[in-house]
């Protein structure tokens, strides 16, 4: 299955890498991404060189299989992300399990899309995915966010000498109650009436000021604090 044809004007270039067992779905994976524009750094058949060849080439979109031999996926993506908090990991698996995808979610991932997804919707999520969206199969989503939800009823205490909360501007809280929501940036530029760049900058300023790695986190620490208006 042919790759939807994107034109460079229409997708940056973003480097990506490719991560599953089964060396002709990886080969099959990594052209359709490299037709639709991206640049594949690098592929991997297992965990340990997964983790290896990352660290030596720095992609930022890796594209991760859950079951991978020599090491789990869901490690693989916890040490890369720990390491390498810029990161994003869309992980591609046959597994719509719910406890698979709460535990990919948990290590790093910040999209959690089934094999059964088309090239076209691949090639989206991995764009999607790198510009800082969460991006999860219909369905997955709401399961992330109840999960998160559910977590917020029962916080845990927060510790004595734990710092207050930085002070966000009334725009990047505006902002932060719509990535909340689960508005995509293009969503959120045309309900607020700015540019898309305008959100993208937003969104990092709230991260830094909150010390929180990608839009995932992001939004648990909204619902945690009932920005979504749960």
């Given at each position: 299955m042919a790759a939807a044809e994107v034109t460079e004007e229409q997708?940056?270039?973003v480097r990506v890498m490719v991560v599953d067992d089964h060396p002709m779905w990886r080969d099959a994976v990594a052209r359709d991404l490299a037709a639709a524009g991206f640049d594949v750094v690098a592929t991997a058949g297992d965990g340990p060189q997964a983790v290896r060849r990352a660290q030596a080439v720095s992609p930022q979109v890796?594209?991760?299989d859950l079951n991978l031999p020599g090491m789990p996926?869901?490690?693989v993506c916890r040490e890369l992300v720990g390491a390498d908090p810029q990161l994003r990991v869309l992980v591609l698996s046959a597994s719509g399990e719910h406890a698979d995808v709460l535990e990919?979610?948990?290590?790093g991932?910040?999209?959690y899309l089934l094999k059964s997804?088309?090239?076209e919707e691949l090639t989206d999520a991995v764009a999607r995915t790198a510009a800082g969206d969460p991006?999860?199969?219909p369905g997955l989503a709401g399961l992330v966010l109840g999960e998160y939800r559910r977590l917020a009823a029962d916080p845990a205490p927060a510790a004595p000498d734990e710092p207050r909360a930085p002070r966000l501007t009334d725009r990047e809280t505006e902002v932060l109650r719509l990535v909340a929501k689960g508005l995509s940036y293009k969503q959120i530029a045309e309900r607020l009436v700015i540019s898309h760049r305008t959100v993208q900058n937003h969104v990092q300023n709230t991260l830094g000021k909150l010390q929180l790695?990608?839009?995932?986190e992001l939004v648990r620490y909204a619902i945690e604090r009932g920005l979504d208006g749960s």
């Open positions: 997708r940056p270039s890796l594209v991760l996926g869901v490690q990919a979610v948990k290590s991932a910040t999209g997804a088309s090239a991006v999860f199969t790695h990608n839009r995932v």
